[in-house]
């Protein structure tokens, strides 16, 4: 039998009963055809020390790819040669999981695919929400009123609430597909979320000068660290993300080429282009042991310097503003001065430019500008 695809699966026929198809390169993996046409992908092996034959249900053919069923089964027939049956601590853990206990086990195998950036999100929202109000419920426990309950509390931050509900949603799938549920219940469908505003809020160039005035005096009014200072400027003069100058690391940096080589954004691999103030930010920074742009304690990544922040807000008497805004005002800029979408996305590290399209109402009308240069020219000619 040829290795498994998700063309080869998805011809797979029902017959009057089920029947079991195994693929070779993967010894104990495969898929499970049932009469009524479901698929489902499994394992099957014999423990070591009792010699049963056990299968393990890896979850059904299209929530899973045979990628990632392929690679989930090598996980626990690894587990087996080392002793393990991951039959028997399934039904065991399908007893006694609570969601806490789920959710960390599930953050475990995320790790392993995800960027830690990702993984620090999804903790820090299981954390600050999901887990005090489900955390010590029975996984199987949690019903559609449960979660909607958990959406309905979060109404004055629609985003958030809505970020909660998509991650309960992919919680609770998971858990499906791992066998810890019954399938189709999932109790996150089905809800309708929040209607999100898109917050558009920009430096104006007098809100700039003060922000301006305010960082220079920062550091000897105790407002704000030179770190933080730093941190601002290189938001502000790069127009990157938080997490992208907090793990900024100086070996990354092409000095001759102006730019800096992000192995990992939240759209992959990037390049951080810097402006002639952004360098000069950089070069009076002190380069630390860490290899850190901006190290932290015991040289782990800076934390979010909120308090601060807010200080610097005050001071310069500007409402509502969020370090991500200096992001946008490096984009709207941008779009102000001319510069196509296209070359904007591209500073922003945009991988779909639907992203950019927020900026476009900034940018210069090109026909209004046509109509302009046209109508100089006629003036012009007729002044002789």
Request: hydrophobic letters at 40%.
């Amino acid at each position: 039998m040829p290795k498994l695809t998700k063309r080869l699966v998805d011809q797979l026929a029902s017959q009057a009963s089920d029947y079991f198809v195994w693929e070779p390169e993967v010894p104990g993996f495969g898929v499970r055809v049932y009469a009524s046409g479901r698929k489902s992908y499994l394992i099957q092996y014999r423990a070591v020390g009792s010699g049963r034959t056990r299968r393990l249900a890896l979850g059904p053919h299209g929530v899973l790819t045979p990628e990632q069923a392929r690679a989930m089964a090598q996980t626990y027939l690894a587990r087996v040669r080392a002793g393990g049956d991951p039959a028997q601590e399934k039904k065991t853990a399908r007893i006694e999981a609570t969601v806490a206990e789920f959710a960390s086990r599930w953050l475990e195998t995320q790790a392993q695919r995800l960027r830690p950036q990702t993984v620090h999100n999804y903790q820090g929202t299981l954390t600050r929400h999901v887990l005090p109000a489900l955390g010590t419920r029975p996984l199987t426990a949690v019903t559609r009123t449960d979660v909607q309950a958990l959406h309905s509390r979060l109404t004055a931050t629609p985003t958030q609430a809505n970020r909660v509900l998509a991650l309960c949603g992919t919680l609770f799938e998971v858990a499906e597909a791992w066998g810890l549920r019954p399938e189709g219940s999932n109790p996150a469908r089905r809800i309708s979320r929040f209607r999100e505003v898109k917050r558009e809020r920009y430096l104006t160039p007098t809100e700039l000068a003060r922000l301006g005035a305010v960082l220079a005096r920062a550091d000897a009014e105790g407002l704000a660290s030179g770190w933080t200072v730093a941190l601002v400027r290189l938001l502000l003069l790069t127009g990157a993300r938080w997490g992208e100058i907090r793990t900024l690391r100086w070996e990354w940096i092409d000095w001759p080429r102006a730019s800096a080589r992000l192995p990992e954004s939240k759209t992959g691999a990037k390049t951080l282009y810097l402006s002639p103030g952004a360098l000069g930010v950089l070069q009076g920074l002190e380069p630390r042991a860490s290899g850190l742009v901006l190290p932290g304690l015991r040289g782990q990544p800076r934390a979010h310097p909120l308090r601060q922040w807010q200080r610097l807000c005050t001071a310069a008497e500007l409402e509502n503003l969020r370090l991500h805004d200096l992001r946008h005002t490096f984009a709207s800029f941008g779009a102000t001065l001319g510069l196509s979408l296209q070359v904007v996305g591209r500073l922003l590290g945009h991988a779909d430019t639907q992203t950019t399209q927020r900026y476009a109402h900034l940018a210069p009308d090109p026909v209004a500008q046509a109509a302009r240069l046209v109508g100089e020219a006629l003036e012009r000619a007729l002044g002789g």
